[in-house]
């Protein structure tokens, strides 16, 4: 049975995943929603940033054990496509920005942020996080180029009741790879944002334009460019937005 758990505030609730997964010596799943997070962890170094009680703040702790290391990327594969799944539910069509983005004309209305612990060849634990705008209409200039759910359809939503749909829509995902790991390929690259476009992205410092021609098998990105095709890992590279 899986433990769910709602907090008011939290530092944030991949961290309280964290430590429940620390403290317990037994394998089960644990949700923890919260209505606000005093340190939202984004990917790398950054923060995400959500006013009190207007977004879905939700981690996933679970042991996909079936999958091995050189597999990690098809957990975001899965999330990503439950999300799109839950915004197509809601009228509002999305597509994957890589590597763990989703968007909707152009701006961001979620993030994920995945946290696996590895034993051996295999994930042990993994720990996922999600943000999805959905009832707040201002942020913070920090956000970047955001967007909610609420600012789409002028309509408030059910916070909680999206969290429910998310988890069985990820669930269901999930449970897809276990019986093959190839069959999300499809869908996920029918959604992944500009794909055969000409876009500007930046290694090193250094810009240079190029078109995504997919996610391989590892997760790195795809692209063609002048010098021609090569294959880059979320660290290495960026996407420039204009
Ligand atoms: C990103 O876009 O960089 C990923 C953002 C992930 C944010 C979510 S909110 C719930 C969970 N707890 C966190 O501290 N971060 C993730």
Not at 8 to 17: G, K
Not at 127 to 149: K, R, W
Request: proline content about 2%; aromatic content about 8%.
């Amino acid at each position: 049975m899986a433990e769910k758990i709602h907090f008011t505030s939290i530092d944030s609730t991949n961290a309280e995943v964290a430590r429940r997964f620390k403290a317990e010596t037994r394998e089960k799943e644990i949700i923890i929603t919260a209505e606000y997070q005093t340190i939202g962890r984004g990917r790398s170094t950054n923060r995400w940033y959500s006013d009190a009680a207007k977004n879905l703040l939700m981690s996933w702790g679970c042991h996909p054990e079936f999958l091995s290391v050189s597999d990690q990327f098809k957990l975001s594969k899965a999330v990503s496509l439950a999300l799109c799944g839950l915004l197509d539910d809601n009228n509002i069509v999305s597509s994957i920005k890589w590597p763990n983005d989703i968007y909707v004309s152009g701006k961001k209305i979620a993030g994920i942020l995945i946290e696996n612990q590895l034993m051996g060849g295999s994930i042990r634990s993994s720990i996922i996080g999600i943000g999805l705008n959905v009832n707040q209409v201002e942020f913070p200039p920090e956000a970047g180029f955001p967007v909610s759910m609420k600012l789409l359809t002028g309509r408030d939503m059910e916070v909680p009741s999206l969290a429910d749909g998310l988890l069985v829509k990820m669930r269901a995902a999930v449970d897809a790879l276990k019986s093959d790991l190839f069959s999300l390929d499809g869908a996920y690259h029918s959604r992944l944002y500009k794909l055969g476009e000409e876009c500007l992205f930046s290694v090193n410092g250094n810009e240079f334009s190029g078109k995504i021609r997919g996610v391989d098998d590892s997760g790195q990105l795809v692209l063609e460019s002048a010098t021609g095709i090569r294959s880059y890992g979320f660290h290495e590279i960026s996407m420039i937005i204009s």
